[in-house]
């Protein structure tokens, strides 16, 4: 697409606006829309993956600026606590950014491994984030980790199979 001489798709501000207008309407899902499918107090954080998909795109750098940022504005949409998901999604994606390489990021993008990448980045999210969330006397240790965590988890990496559908439809 041109535009008085500029090409915007090649303009890297145009795409990191477009990321950013992503990122807000995945906040905006994951806490208007996403409460309605979930499913035994499970729901997939679609925030969170976006997280891990841009750290395994782009690297590293990219991902822990994402996650911060998006963890902020996560916990400012969602009334919580400020700074406990930017926390845990820093701690997700660091473990993902060890999957990205440089000019080869569609390899793990476009496979299984993505999947099993996502499981585990939501596995250690999860577990940072509800520690703070976590009283002992209140509740049933056992039940909050099979339905919030691994419930979440699993959710969450289901979700992320559509990513290698969608990217694997491009191909043919």
């Not at 090409?7 to 905006?28: A, D, H, R, T, V």
């Not at 499918?37 to 750098?61: K, M």
């Not at 993902?96 to 993505?114: I, P």
């Not at 940072?128 to 509740?139: A, G, K, T």
Request: charged content about 10%; overall charge positive; some cysteine.
């Amino acid at each position: 697409m041109q535009l008085s001489g500029l090409n915007i798709q090649k303009n890297p501000y145009w795409l990191y606006g477009q990321y950013i207008l992503i990122g807000l309407l995945l906040s905006f899902l994951q806490i208007a829309i996403i409460p309605l499918i979930e499913i035994a107090e499970s729901v997939p954080n679609l925030v969170l993956l976006y997280a891990i998909w841009l750290t395994v795109r782009y690297g590293r750098f990219v991902g822990i600026i994402a996650a911060f940022l998006l963890g902020l504005i996560y916990d400012i949409f969602s009334l919580q606590l400020i700074g406990v998901s930017s926390l845990s999604f820093l701690f997700g994606v660091f473990f993902a950014s060890f999957w990205y390489k440089k000019d080869k990021e569609f390899l793990v993008l476009n496979s299984y491994k993505f999947i099993l990448i996502v499981f585990t980045a939501c596995l250690i999210a999860n577990l940072v984030q509800n520690l703070f969330y976590l009283r002992m006397s209140e509740l049933e240790f056992l039940r909050l980790f099979i339905l919030k965590w691994l419930g979440s988890t699993v959710y969450t990496s289901v979700l992320s199979s559509i990513i290698i559908f969608v990217n694997l439809s491009r191909k043919h």
